[in-house]
């Protein structure tokens, strides 16, 4: 009996809380859609954030992925004079390493400086090319919640001229409705603006540790040359 009673508490409070969930689930899409058409700018500004972070994230982690023993290949190919095998080793990762170290073969038996300085530019592009729509990101992160203010702003304008328009009949639901209401924006640029802050500063730390991988390998690269490892005729 008193486990029949137990079971049909317990499904009583299941229920309750599934309609609970149902209906806060329910007030947060009606009040999604009350924060008026800067709502739709911001969906479409999440949409654009998140995005560019998945896109840019699997770039980074494919440009991050560089073999431990790869300048350690290249410096046997070079140093048994098999430079196209060097080269086919280098197009066979496609990474910016890769690319970096395969302009430095094309120019070899030029002066040090010539060849360091040409792997620097090819360097230097891959990291735009790294950093490619992390500026979006970061105007996302800081504009989203000014736009979120802004809808909050002409809420209140709103909300007010309302207030004015009823005369004498003033009722407190025309302020407080149309607060809440308008508060709905900066909610939403707040949320927008957070995930676009994180996601910047996150694929950025992500692009600082690809430059240091790609700097590490110059180094091993251009101190090879230096010192007569490799055979550069």
């Known amino acids: 009996m008193l486990f029949t009673l137990l079971q049909a508490a317990a499904e009583e409070a299941a229920v309750q809380v599934e309609a609970v969930a149902e209906k806060a689930s329910f007030s947060l899409l009606s009040l999604a859609t009350k924060g ?39 410096t ?35 002066p040090l400086g010539d060849i360091q300085t040409a792997v620097e530019n090819v360097g230097n592009v891959e ?16 504009g989203a ?9 002409l ?19 025309l302020l407080s409705g149309g607060i809440y209401t308008a508060m709905i924006t900066t909610v939403g640029g707040l949320f927008v603006g957070i995930i676009a802050y994180f996601g910047y500063n996150y694929l950025t730390s992500r692009v600082s540790d690809v430059v ?13 040359l230096e010192s007569g490892a490799i055979n550069q005729s």
């Open 36 to 74: 008026g058409w800067l709502m739709l700018v911001l969906a479409l500004l999440s949409v654009i954030a998140i995005y560019i972070f998945a896109e840019r994230l699997y770039a980074i982690n494919h440009a991050a992925k560089i073999d431990k023993n790869f300048i350690k290949d290249i």
């Open 76 to 110: 046997d190919y070079l140093q048994d004079g098999k430079k196209k095998s060097a080269l086919a080793l280098c197009k066979k990762h496609d990474t910016p390493v890769s690319r970096m170290i395969e302009k430095g073969i094309e120019r070899m038996g030029k």
């Open 127 to 142: 990291v735009a090319r790294l950093e490619k729509g992390l500026p979006i990101l970061a105007s996302i992160s800081g």
């Open 145 to 153: 919640p000014m736009i979120g203010f802004l809808g909050t702003v």
């Open 155 to 173: 809420g209140m304008v709103q909300a007010f001229f309302n207030m004015s328009q009823a005369g004498n009949n003033i009722d407190i639901t």
């Open 212 to 224: 240091y991988k790609m700097e590490n390998s110059t180094m091993e690269f251009m101190d090879a």
